[in-house]
């Protein structure tokens, strides 16, 4: 398993990349690739997001759920897409609530590395998949894993955003502490529910006023062209 991710996390991390499970999950993930399977995103990026958002700098968190697995989709940060490739609905949805929210015309691209770059942290549940089986690597050991980096971030002094688009975000992060950190929460931006109440959350203006009011710097969410 190649990893390739920031200092700052790989230290507190060491003792999950220690454990039976992630053994467990290197094996699998080897044998996957001895029988000739695809899986996405390339072993250089399962840790991208990691890599691009020092633990330090984490001011935003984003959940989602798995990788893209469409071929020249994924390239490990969760609803973002490499260059080249056509923006997911759910990301259209995200700039039209960005749109509406601050006044940022839709991005033409869905590249989302000058997020990250900023301390977004754009986390899967699931860092792999196989390509064109959605969900297929749910249950091997990532969600352990990412459980343990959204500790890290909890753990934080210094008060964290939380945006928890849908059920499986949510759950996912119920531990966090609401009262240091910020945390929205709101349905999922996928077009079967963004208009059940993600239209209209206001997710960008709000982190960005919670974290101005702790004396940090807000996003700019505005991306630039590619």
């Known amino acids: 398993m190649a990893v390739k991710l920031h200092p700052t996390w790989l230290e507190p991390l060491q003792s999950e990349f220690a454990q039976d499970y992630m053994a467990a999950l290197r094996a699998f993930l080897v044998a996957e690739k001895a029988a000739g399977k695809r899986i996405f995103p390339p072993g250089a990026d399962w840790f991208r997001a990691l890599d691009l958002t020092p633990l330090d700098r984490v001011r935003v968190v984003i959940l989602g759920q798995d990788p893209y697995h469409g071929a020249g989709q994924a390239h490990g940060l969760c609803f973002s897409v490499r260059p080249g490739t056509r923006t997911p609905p759910s990301l259209v949805n995200i700039y039209k609530e960005m749109e509406a929210d601050l006044g940022i015309p839709p991005a033409r691209h869905g590249f989302l590395e000058h997020w990250a770059e900023q301390g977004v942290l754009l986390l899967n549940a699931v860092l792999t998949v196989e390509m064109g089986l959605a969900a297929s690597h749910q249950g091997r050991g990532w969600e352990r894993f990412t459980d343990a980096v959204i500790r890290l971030v909890n753990a934080r002094e210094k008060p964290v955003v939380f945006m928890l688009w849908g059920s499986h975000a949510q759950k ?54 590619l």
């Open 172 to 225: 996912k992060a119920a531990f966090v502490d609401s009262n240091r950190h910020l945390v929205l929460r709101s349905p999922h931006p996928s077009p079967l529910s963004a208009h059940t109440g993600f239209f209209g959350s206001k997710p960008f203006s709000k982190a960005n006023a919670f974290l101005v009011a702790h004396g940090q710097k807000p996003i700019d969410w505005a991306l630039p062209p």
